[in-house]
Nanobody, 119 residues
């Protein structure tokens, strides 16, 4: 069974940094495009950053210059380095990835990790 497991969330002061990790486990062939999403209370979920298997990246305007998405294909892991955090970055962060397993191509979601930035 394929799973995405996130880690690295927590409480940080404004201006601080956190690094989120999203590791894929289980039996699969390929870990393709992936992205980090976030959802604050009362808000819609938004795409924060995405990365292709080849490493091409895209960012929401609100995080450009502060967040960096990266991946280690050998470890089947995607990272989100978050610097200069602001109170408005507070949300539950979830990773999403397209994974190819035997006879199946589908998107998977992690369980989410809370990021709280105190001002």
């Amino acid at each position: 069974q394929v799973q995405l497991v996130e880690s690295g969330g927590g409480l940080v002061q404004a201006g601080g940094s956190l690094r989120l990790s999203c590791a894929a486990s289980g039996r699969f062939f390929s870990f393709n495009a992936a992205g980090w999403y976030r959802q604050a209370p009362g808000e819609q979920r938004e795409l924060v950053a995405s990365i292709s298997r080849g490493g091409s990246t895209k960012y929401a305007d609100s995080v450009k210059g502060r967040f960096t998405i990266s991946r280690d294909n050998a470890k089947n892991t995607v990272y989100l380095q978050m610097n200069s955090l602001k109170a408005e970055d507070t949300a539950v962060y979830s990773c999403n990835a397209e994974i190819i397993s035997l006879g199946n191509i589908r998107d998977y979601w992690g369980q989410g990790t809370q990021v709280t930035v105190s001002s």
